[in-house]
């Protein structure tokens, strides 16, 4: 083997403890305590649970709203059709 082929493997060799230290200290950095995450896990499961009830709520009066529209059309359609009659005009299906 060269003799600068060895220098340069042990200076990378020499520099791989730094690299390996320098990538745990900037995953370190990013990792959070378990405690905040488990506490905004349970923020934010309670914010869906919130958002969840009003989506039924809303739900509900909508179709509360569509069964009323429901009954006037029909009304509206049975006088329709009993002035059709009453008239003698004839009813197209």
Do not use: K, Y
Request: proline residues 5%; glycine residues 6%.
């Amino acid at each position: 083997m060269p003799r600068r082929s060895r220098s340069r493997s042990r200076r990378l060799a020499g520099l791989l403890p730094f690299a390996a230290m320098a990538c745990l200290a900037a995953v370190a950095g990013c990792v959070r305590l378990p405690e905040d995450d488990t506490i905004s896990q349970g923020q934010l499961l309670l914010e869906l649970s919130d958002a969840l009830s009003e989506l039924r709520g809303q739900d509900a009066m909508l179709q509360e709203q569509i069964d009323s529209l429901r009954v006037v059309v029909a009304r509206q359609d049975t006088l329709l059709a009993r002035l059709a009659n009453a008239t003698g005009v004839p009813v197209s299906p």
